[in-house]
């Protein structure tokens, strides 16, 4: 079973947009392949030099977006699952293209007795801070146990002149 996501490529297609259409407010007029040339459907014609003048002279050339044929891998089995229509229809817009390797990485995630799921106020609080990321709660959690170290270590290099303020005051 072949795990890409690309679909063959079609030998009579260009895959790019006509820059003279878009020139023109045409948008989204694809050019067909003739041999060395391509031509549009509104007859505007490019060769090979041509394009590659196109690009040479700073031009940019839109392509057409490739469809993405999204596969499982070998090793995966397909389950029946419930969902919230609208939450998968969300969720197959959100990960369009890469779907089934978000839903894959994220029933991984699931399955780790590691994770640790923060949601909700919990998360909200989070993002106050700036906190987005499982890196800056790492990072967030050293420097307080930084900074308790940094005042352990004060208390310890202050305590004789503590103690010494103290019996001052005694006498």
């Known amino acids: 079973m072949s795990t890409s996501n690309v679909a ?8 790019i947009f006509c820059p003279r259409c878009e020139q023109d407010g045409h948008e989204g ?8 040339r391509y031509i549009c459907p509104l007859m505007h014609e490019l060769d090979l030099q041509a394009v590659q003048r196109l690009i040479a002279s700073g031009r940019k050339l ?7 044929e999204e596969r499982p891998s070998p090793n995966q ?7 919230h229509p609208e939450t998968w229809a969300k969720l197959q817009t959100k990960f369009k293209g ?8 994220f029933f991984n995630l699931l399955a780790d007795d590691q994770i640790i799921f923060i949601s909700g106020e919990d998360a909200t609080k989070l993002r106050r801070f700036g906190i987005t990321s499982g890196k800056d ?7 307080r146990k930084e900074l308790e ?3 352990r270590a004060l208390i ?3 305590s004789p002149v503590f103690a010494a303020a103290q019996q001052a005051g005694e006498l």
């Open 8 to 15: 063959p490529l079609d030998p009579s297609r260009s895959y």
């Open 29 to 36: 007029v694809e050019m067909r392949r003739d041999a060395h």
């Open 62 to 68: 839109h392509m057409v977006p490739l469809i993405q």
């Open 77 to 83: 089995v397909q389950q029946k699952v419930w969902v």
């Open 98 to 105: 890469r779907f089934l390797v978000t839903l894959d990485v």
């Open 137 to 143: 709660i790492v990072a967030m959690a050293e420097a």
């Open 149 to 151: 170290e940094t005042h």
């Open 156 to 158: 310890q290099r202050l």
